[in-house]
């Protein structure tokens, strides 16, 4: 069973996604099964979500006013 500390290092490193297919389907079990661990993805993605739009405002503002 993997460990919440091993869950949370693989999804914020980026890791997840290029983990084998037994990691990932272990990760997703015990992402079934650990609440705070799905609170936290969830709060990862806001959170990954919310930057992006802000590095979309950074890069509109650089570009200047449109005429």
Known sequence: MMKCRE????????RLEQAPA???MEA?????MC?????FTR??????????DYREAL???EAGPEN
Not at 7 to 14: D, R
């Open 7 to 14: 869950y949370i290092f693989l999804l914020t490193s980026g």
């Open 22 to 24: 037994g990691r990932r």
């Open 28 to 32: 997703g079990m015990h992402r079934l």
């Open 35 to 39: 609440r705070k661990c799905r609170a």
């Open 43 to 52: 709060n990862d993605s806001r959170l990954d979500s919310m930057l992006a």
């Open 59 to 61: 890069r509109r503002d």
